[in-house]
C-alpha cells in the first residue's frame, strides 16, 4: 500500500513541564506538512511511544487526525510487546480516525518467527485499519525474517514495513518475493536512496523535519532518472541525516526543531538532553543547510 513517499516519525511536542502539548502538536503538523512531508507516523519511537500514557497516545491520535482532515495519511504507533494490550490500543486508534496503525516487532519477550506470525496475525484479525509492520532489531532485539514477512504480507490488511535492519539482503528478498502493492520503506534516513534502488517505496524519516523538501528532491531526482543528481543531493543532505543520530532519538531531532525556532519540548527521562559539546556539534551541522 501506498502512504507517500516521505513520511515523517513525527516528534511527540511536550510543554515546559513535559505534558503533552497540542498546540505545539498543531504547529508541528502544519509546518512539516509544508516541507516535504506525504504522510505522519505518530507514536512512534521518534514519538517517544515508550514514555507516553495509552491515554496521551489516544489524545494525540485524535488531535493530528483533526489537525490533518485528511490531508495526508497518519499512521499509529499501536504496537506492542503485549499482543491484547496492542488489539486495543489498535482498535481505539481505529475508532478516532487513524489512517493505519504501525505495529513494532514485540521487544524484550524475544518470541519465535512462529511467534511474531502468531502476534501480526492476531491483532490483523482484530482491526480493519491497514498494517504496516515495523522491523527494528537494533531496538527490539528480536528481527522479522524475509521468510516471516512474505508470509505476512499475504494477510489482505499487512500492507506494508517499515524497515531499519539495513540488511539489503534481507530487503531485497521481501521486495522479490511480496506482493506488487505490498511497500517497503526504509527506516534508516542515510538509506533512503539504496533501498528506492531496489524497488523499495519511500522512507518513514526523522531527518525530514529539518530537510524534508530536500529528501522530495532526491526522491524526486531518483524518479526521473536524474541518478546523478539525486546522488548529489544525498551526499549534501547525509550529514544533516547523520547529525540527527549523535545522541539517542529523538534527542538530536528535537533539539534541531527547537534551534530552528519550533519549540518542541524536551524529551523525558531516561532520554536526556544533548551535552554541550553535542550541542554545538548539532548547531555546526545545522549552519550547512
Do not use: C
Amino acid at each position: 500500500m501506498y502512504f507517500g513517499k516521505v513520511l515523517t516519525a513525527m516528534v511527540t511536542p511536550f510543554d515546559r513541564e513535559g505534558n503533552l502539548d497540542l498546540d505545539k502538536t498543531t504547529e508541528l503538523v502544519n509546518y512539516l506538512l509544508n516541507n516535504g512531508t506525504d504522510g505522519l507516523v505518530i507514536a512512534g519511537t521518534t514519538g517517544e511511544s515508550p514514555t507516553l500514557s495509552h491515554a496521551e497516545k489516544l489524545s494525540l491520535f485524535k488531535h493530528v487526525v483533526e489537525v490533518v482532515d485528511k490531508r495526508v495519511p497518519v499512521i499509529a504507533g499501536t504496537g506492542s510487546n503485549n499482543t491484547e494490550a496492542t488489539i486495543q490500543l489498535t482498535k481505539e486508534a481505529e475508532a478516532v480516525g487513524v489512517d493505519a496503525a504501525l505495529l513494532v516487532t514485540p521487544y524484550y519477550n524475544k518470541p519465535s518467527q512462529q511467534g511474531l506470525l502468531e502476534h501480526f496475525r492476531t491483532v490483523a484479525n482484530q482491526t480493519s485499519l491497514p498494517i504496516m509492520l515495523y522491523n527494528i532489531p537494533g531496538r527490539s532485539v528480536v528481527r522479522i525474517n524475509p521468510e516471516t514477512v512474505i508470509e505476512l504480507s499475504n494477510i489482505s490488511n499487512i500492507v506494508s514495513i517499515k524497515d531499519s535492519t539495513g540488511d539489503l539482503d534481507a530487503i531485497t528478498t521481501i521486495i522479490e518475493h511480496t506482493p506488487d502493492d505490498f511497500s517497503l520503506y526504509s527506516g534508516d534516513d542515510n538509506l533512503t536512496l539504496p533501498i528506492l534502488s531496489i524497488g523499495g517505496t519511500g522512507i518513514v524519516s526523522v531527518a525530514a523535519h529539518i530537510i524534508g523538501d530536500r529528501m522530495q528532491a532526491m526522491i524526486q531526482a531518483y524518479e526521473q532518472g536524474n541518478v546523478k543528481e539525486a546522488a548529489t543531493i544525498h551526499r549534501s543532505i547525509q550529514p544533516i541525516m547523520k547529525g540527527m543520530f549523535i545522541a539517542p532519538s529523538p534527542t538530536p531531532v528535537k533539539a534541531a526543531l527547537t534551534a530552528k525556532g519550533l519549540d518542541v519540548g524536551k524529551v523525558r527521562l531516561p532520554l536526556i538532553d544533548l551535552s554541550s559539546e553535542e550541542q554545538k556539534k548539532l548547531l555546526e551541522i545545522l549552519s550547512w543547510i
